[in-house]
Structure formats: structure tokens, C-alpha cells
């Protein structure tokens, strides 16, 4: 008698298999993983944005290098529960939580003076934070709230940390973008999209904003021994999707979004350029480049203008009172 197997059996090897493919093709879209094992003992890095995501992912990785590492996030609560769980499974000690809300530029101005207070180098700062598709609302400061964040609230932290990265050189910072910038153009006349609030736009602008910015500074940071760069992590799957249409809806969410999920790359795999930006060091000298699984890709027309990466500049300066004291 020919023995069979029972067909819940069979129902669950197939579940499990599919899973298996579904799990390898996800590993294997994740596209290119930094090699690199860089000892960074001694290393000072800040992480916007460090207890979830990409943020938390990169937090990970660098702690497992020996760095110290400065987790500047607006929530502490679960910033300190990250960071417990980084220190336990990495036994490194140095991993701190600091108060750093970038939709408040008073809160930026504070994490910079207490990280002053406490440390006098900073060898990396990964300005990886972000807002997208949100409903239109604003900043502390009334700026639209994608701008305000993604960018503004970056190029304010940037710049107060400056004269600390220049003392440290070689330094690095590394700028989270997005291939969204290519759709993107700078509304100069309505740049805080008080007129036209359309969530994608917004998006896309302060994404496009950032490599502005990014290839601004670096032209501004020649001699220094300290580069910046810009990174496409990819499209991965964080908290700051939430505001999109297929994690709000309820079908699609139910639906559609598992036969997603292999194509959406893990938190881990969008770490890899950032890593990659920030430790390399084949990229020792390289300054105002875009970076997409850890290689160097081409930007936007509209992020090579010179004239608009000066008028962004004096904006931001004006709108973040940089020059206030």
C-alpha cells in the first residue's frame, strides 16, 4: 500500500517553500552588501533618524565596528529601547541617545550644543531622517513639512557641525536622497508649497534639495579633508512609508503588499550604500557624488545647476537663521 502524505502536510511544505523563494529573492534583489569590515574604534558618527529603518540598520552595523555612535532622534523612548538592543547583541557600550527633533530647529540647535559639551571630534554624520508623502502640515518654523525636515533641518545640523568635522579630518557626512529627485524640479516661486501642496511633489523637491545641497557643500568644502555625499538607498521597507496609499488602504495593504514584499528591499540591504558612502576607502577624496548600490550614478539635470545650488543655499541660510546668533 502506497503511504501518502496528509494533505495539511502538503499545504505546509508549499506555504514553507514559497516563503524560502519569497525570503532568497528578497536577499537577492537587496542588491550590492558592503564588504568592508573597518575597525572604528575611536570613531565619533551621528545618525539622524537612528532607531528605526535604515537608521537603526546603519547604527548596527557601525557599532559592530567598535564606533560611537550618537543616535539623535525625536523619540526617546524608543531610541532608548533600540539602543539597549544594539549594545546587547554588539557589546558595545559607546551607543548614546540624544534628543533631536529636525521639525524644530530650537531642538536641533540644542542636540548640537550638547553633543559640543560632551564630544570634540565628529568623524561621520548621516543625515538619514526623513518624512514622506505626509498630509500638508509644517515645522516649528511654518516650513512645509517634508522641506523642513528632509532638508532644512539637515542643512542646519550640517553646518553647525561644521568647525567639529573639519577638526577631525578626515571626516565624512552622507546625505539619504532618493531616485525621486529625478522628477523633481525647485519651485522657487512657492518653494514651501503653500500654494499647490501635492505630497509626492514635496517629497521629491526635498529630495532633490538634498543633492543640491549636498553638491554645494562639497564645492564649499574643498582643501578641508571632509566630503559629503548623496545616497538612493533604494526602495526599502521603513516607517516612512506609512503615509502611502498602499499602507493606508486597507486592500492593497492586505493584498497587495505581500506579493510586494520580495521586491522591497529590508532595512539591512539599504544600509549597504550608506555604509558604503560613509567607510570605503576607495571614496577617501570623493566629494559631491550620488551613490546607488554602492556605485556612482548620475543626477538630474536640474541637481547639476550651480545657480540654483547658490539661490537653495541663501534660502536656507535665511530660512534656518544660520547666520543668526
Known amino acids: 500500500m502506497r503511504w501518502k502524505l496528509p494533505k495539511t502536510a502538503i499545504y505546509a511544505s508549499m506555504v514553507a517553500t514559497t516563503g524560502?523563494?519569497?525570503?532568497?529573492?528578497?536577499?537577492?534583489?537587496?542588491?550590492?552588501?558592503?564588504?568592508?569590515?573597518?575597525?572604528?574604534?575611536d570613531k565619533i558618527v551621528i545618525v539622524t533618524g537612528a532607531n528605526s529603518g535604515i537608521g537603526e540598520a546603519t547604527t548596527l552595523e557601525?557599532?559592530?565596528?567598535?564606533?560611537?555612535?550618537?543616535?539623535?532622534?525625536?523619540?526617546?523612548e524608543k531610541c532608548e529601547m533600540v539602543r539597549r538592543?544594539?549594545?546587547?547583541?554588539?557589546?558595545?557600550?559607546?551607543?548614546?541617545c540624544r534628543k533631536c527633533d529636525l521639525a524644530s530647529q530650537e531642538s536641533v540647535r540644542k542636540f548640537v550644543t550638547q553633543f559640543k559639551k560632551e564630544f570634540d571630534n565628529l568623524h561621520i554624520l548621516i543625515?538619514?531622517?526623513?518624512?514622506?508623502?505626509?498630509?500638508?502640515?509644517?515645522?516649528?518654523?511654518?516650513?512645509?513639512?517634508?522641506?523642513?525636515?528632509?532638508?532644512?533641518?539637515?542643512f542646519l545640523l550640517t553646518n553647525l557641525l561644521l568647525d567639529v568635522l573639519k577638526a577631525s579630518a578626515p571626516a565624512r557626512i552622507v546625505n539619504l536622497s532618493s531616485a525621486a529627485h529625478r522628477r523633481s524640479k525647485i519651485n522657487m516661486k512657492d518653494l514651501n508649497s503653500e500654494n499647490d501642496y501635492d505630497a509626492g511633489r514635496a517629497y521629491a523637491q526635498s529630495k532633490l534639495a538634498i543633492i543640491i545641497f549636498t553638491r554645494e557643500l562639497?564645492?564649499?568644502?574643498?582643501?578641508?579633508?571632509?566630503t559629503v555625499n548623496a545616497v538612493h538607498p533604494g526602495i526599502v521597507d521603513t516607517n516612512i512609508t506609512r503615509h502611502m496609499s498602499v499602507y493606508t488602504n486597507f486592500f492593497?495593504?492586505?493584498?497587495?503588499?505581500?506579493?510586494?514584499?520580495?521586491?522591497?528591499?529590508?532595512?539591512?540591504?539599504?544600509?549597504?550604500?550608506?555604509?558604503?558612502?560613509?567607510?570605503?576607502?576607495?571614496?577617501?577624496?570623493?566629494?559631491?557624488?550620488?551613490?546607488?548600490n554602492c556605485e556612482?550614478?548620475?543626477?538630474?539635470?536640474?541637481?547639476?545647476s550651480d545657480d540654483m545650488a547658490k539661490w537653495l543655499w541663501k534660502v536656507s541660510e535665511?530660512?534656518?537663521k544660520l547666520n543668526v546668533a
Open 20 to 41: 524560502g523563494v519569497a525570503y532568497l529573492t528578497k536577499d537577492y534583489l537587496g542588491g550590492t552588501k558592503y564588504e568592508g569590515k573597518e575597525d572604528l574604534t
Open 218 to 226: 562639497a564645492s564649499r568644502l574643498k582643501g578641508t579633508n571632509v
Open 318 to 320: 535665511k530660512w534656518t
Open 252 to 292: 492593497t495593504r492586505i493584498f497587495l503588499k505581500p506579493f510586494a514584499w520580495p521586491f522591497i528591499k529590508a532595512p539591512r540591504h539599504g544600509a549597504q550604500t550608506v555604509l558604503y558612502a560613509a567607510l570605503d576607502p576607495s571614496l577617501a577624496n570623493v566629494s559631491g557624488c550620488y551613490f546607488q
Open 62 to 76: 557601525l557599532a559592530k565596528r567598535n564606533a560611537r555612535i550618537i543616535m539623535a532622534c525625536r523619540d526617546m
Open 127 to 154: 543625515n538619514n531622517a526623513g518624512v514622506m508623502r505626509c498630509p500638508k502640515s509644517y515645522t516649528e518654523e511654518g516650513i512645509e513639512m517634508q522641506l523642513g525636515v528632509n532638508h532644512m533641518g539637515h
Open 296 to 304: 556612482t550614478k548620475e543626477v538630474s539635470e536640474e541637481a547639476k
Open 85 to 96: 538592543n544594539i549594545v546587547l547583541d554588539t557589546k558595545n557600550k559607546y551607543v548614546y
